[in-house]
Antibody, heavy 124, light 108 residues
């Protein structure tokens, strides 16, 4: 069974940094594109960033472009999100998500497997 | 950015009734790269429909998706108690990938 386990969330002051990690298991990690999706308290879903299977194609929401960096290590079956210059509005539950289908070269995908999320709180 | 607008915001129905949820895109979505998700309270979302009309693995046939271009619909033919939740549409035709604002299906 495919599973995703996020870690690295926590409380940080505005302007600070955090690095989220996602450990994947139960599937061939380097076959799939991956995304980070966030959900602010009481709000809807917001796509944050995505990466294709080998890491050479990435995309970002305008709200995080230039501040966040997505990466992956296929040797460790892991996905990462480096978050810098954090703002109050980045406070959310961050989900690690696997593409529904593997084998695609782009990072555009529907989202077939979701982790339980890790909470990021940005507050002074 | 392709903005997805879901309507209604809230749908109040009884078990056994039919639910019709709408997702309208600001730009045409090619190849029907439109998905639907269900999110129950306190849980992560789960995929229901991809490619506008293909049910994900294990999804019961009371859920169906239709539409093309800019107008898409999720239909739940007969609501079961476990179907009361929030539903989101998402397009993966262009970057940035975008979600609709969600439709809450609540018990009347």
């Amino acid at each position: 069974e495919a599973q995703l386990l996020e870690s690295g969330g926590g409380m940080v002051r505005p302007g600070g940094s955090l690095r989220l990690s996602c450990a994947a298991s139960g599937f061939t990690f380097d076959d799939y594109g991956m995304s980070w999706v966030r959900q602010a308290p009481g709000k809807g879903l917001e796509w944050v960033s995505a990466i294709n299977w080998n890491g050479d194609r990435t995309g970002y929401a305008d709200s995080v472009k230039g501040r966040f960096t997505i990466s992956r290590d296929n040797t460790k079956n892991s996905l990462y999100l480096q978050m810098n210059s954090l703002r109050d509005e980045d406070t959310a539950l961050y989900y690690c998500v696997r593409a529904n289908f593997g084998g695609a070269d782009s990072y555009y995908h529907s989202m077939g497997v979701w982790g339980k999320g890790t909470t990021v709180t940005v507050s002074s | 950015e392709n903005v997805l607008t879901q309507s209604p915001g809230t749908l109040s129905l009884s078990p056994g009734e039919r639910a019709t949820l709408s997702c309208r895109a600001s730009q045409s979505i090619s190849s029907n790269y439109l998905a639907w998700y269900q999110q129950k309270l306190g849980q992560a979302p789960s995929l229901l429909i991809h490619g506008a009309s293909s049910r994900a693995t294990g999804i019961p046939d009371r859920f169906s998706g239709s539409g093309s271009g800019t107008d898409f619909t999720l239909t739940i033919s007969r609501l079961e108690p476990e179907d009361f939740a929030v539903y989101y549409c998402q397009q993966y035709d262009s970057s940035p990938l975008t979600f609709g604002g969600g439709t809450k299906v609540e018990i009347k």
